[in-house]
């Protein structure tokens, strides 16, 4: 089965078994918040394992080989098999194979859940250790709304709220996708950052110390979007200039910092997983209308 639906408390979510991938979250009143991956970005909420970003010339090394491998990974691509499937809930998993042994040569199990209520959507990941050495790896979510919220609403009177106060300067990465040296200015003022397209002349605006484990996307006259997550390390909000969609995206490591050239295990914000152990963050939406 390509697709599952699940529904709780008169809200739906669509779930794909191509790369996990949430491809619509309603409200009550029937209100669709994920962009509908229109040509001007082919996808809905990719699931980024084991890298977030880039690495540097796609190419990583590990026990002094290189190995090549593109953005955000391979788990985005892959088609996941279904572990679970309820009115409500729905469980995907991958493991380690002999195509994913040649980019990443680690033995693994990567799992999404997904949990309905009234409370919203849950959305759990997890990384195991199924193999016998240390397990250098990263993961991260990276849902897209749309932005407006709701047609006809200017996307200059939407809003982030974070639950606190977020002056820490941000980090933004270069053209080539790698994590530029310098901090720069927060443009979050106290806990609150109005949105316009400028924000993201380059890319992504990424705080890698978050204050906040939750934040509010709004607009008056739209629904609102309650936005929380849990275990992830990083932050990550983008859009690609023009296009109606802004994503939210919790990460658990980072792009290559510019210049990198040392061992993936050793890069700034990789997770280390011991072997037999495994490593879970998740992330929860709420729409209210």
């Known amino acids: 089965m390509a697709h599952h639906t699940i529904a709780a408390a008169g809200r739906t979510a669509r779930i794909k078994s191509l790369g996990a991938e949430l491809s619509s979250l309603t409200a009550p009143d029937g209100t669709e918040v994920i962009w509908q991956a229109h040509e001007a970005w082919p996808r809905h909420s990719p699931v980024l394992f084991p890298i977030v970003g880039t690495v540097r010339d796609n190419q990583y090394?590990?026990?002094?080989?290189?190995y090549h491998l593109g953005r955000h990974g391979f788990?985005?691509?892959?088609?996941?098999?279904?572990t679970e499937r309820t009115a409500s809930t729905a469980s995907l998993a991958i493991t380690d194979t002999a195509a994913t042994r040649a980019v990443y040569p680690f033995a693994f199990r990567f799992e999404v859940s997904y949990a309905l209520s009234a409370d919203g959507v849950a959305i759990t990941y997890r990384i195991t250790n199924t193999g016998d050495v240390v397990l250098p790896a990263s993961m991260g979510a990276h849902p897209a709304f749309n932005w407006p919220l709701r047609p006809g609403i200017a996307k200059t009177d939407h809003s982030l709220t974070f639950a606190a106060a977020e002056p820490t300067p941000?980090?933004?990465?270069?053209?080539?996708?790698?994590?530029?040296?310098?901090h720069l200015?927060?443009?979050?003022?106290?806990?609150?950052?109005k949105l316009h397209d400028g924000l993201f002349v380059e890319d992504a605006i990424i705080l890698d110390h978050p204050?906040?484990?939750?934040?509010?996307?709004?607009?008056?006259?739209?629904?609102?979007?309650e936005f929380s997550w849990d275990g992830f390390?990083?932050?990550?909000i983008w859009t690609r200039p023009g296009v109606d969609l802004?994503?939210?995206?919790?990460?658990?490591?980072?792009?290559?910092?510019?210049?990198?050239?040392?061992?993936?295990?050793?890069?700034?914000?990789?997770?280390?997983i011991q072997p037999g152990a495994d490593f879970a963050a998740s992330h929860h939406i709420q729409v209210h209308t």
């Open 185 to 193: 200015p927060s443009p979050i003022q106290g806990t609150t950052l």
């Open 211 to 225: 204050a906040s484990r939750s934040l509010r996307y709004t607009a008056p006259g739209a629904p609102v979007v």
């Open 61 to 66: 090394r590990h026990a002094g080989q290189t």
């Open 75 to 82: 788990a985005r691509e892959t088609q996941f098999a279904w």
């Open 246 to 272: 802004l994503c939210l995206e919790p990460w658990a490591g980072v792009s290559d910092p510019a210049g990198y050239a040392g061992e993936i295990s050793a890069k700034p914000f990789i997770h280390l």
């Open 233 to 236: 390390t990083e932050l990550g």
């Open 170 to 182: 941000i980090r933004r990465v270069s053209l080539d996708g790698l994590l530029r040296p310098e």
